[in-house]
C-alpha cells in the first residue's frame, strides 16, 4: 500500500517573521542607507564632476572654439540642469511635507538653483569664447554644487 500524503506543516515553509533585535537591526539599515548615500557617496560623484570639469577646461583653455561653441559647454549644461531639478526637487518636497519651516534646506536649495541657473545661462552665452565667462560659469556651477550639498546637509541634521 502507498503512504497517506502528509502535508508539511506551516512552520517549516514559512518564513520567520523578524522581531526583536533583527527587526530594529533592520530598521535602522533601511533608515540609514539613504543619510549615508546622501553624506559619502553623493558628494564624491559631485566632486569627481567638478574635478572632471575644470581639468577639462585647464586641458582645453588654449584653444579657440569656433565651429561649435555650444557642443564644448554640454557636460556643464547636463550637469547643472540636473543638480538644478534637485534643488528644485529638494525645495518642493520639503514644501509638501510642511517641513520648511524646521529647517535651511529649502533657502539652501534656492541659492543653489539660481546658481545652477546663472551657470546654464552663462554657458549657453558663450558664443565667442572669454575666459571671463567661461570661469564664471565655472565658478557659478561650483557655488551651486556646494549650496546642494549644504541643502542636504541641512536636511540630514535639522530634521
Known sequence: MTAAYEPRSKSSTAPANPSGLGARIGVIVMRAVPAWNAM??????IGA???ALLVRKVRHQQQVLVSKPVSANRPLITAASGIMILCLAIVVLLRITHESGKTYSDEVAWVGAILMLASLLLARARRQPQPQRAALADFTFAGGTA???????FAIFQL
Open 40 to 45: 559619502f557617496i553623493e558628494p564624491w560623484i
Open 49 to 51: 564632476s567638478i574635478v
Open 147 to 153: 549650496a546642494l550639498l549644504a541643502s542636504i546637509l
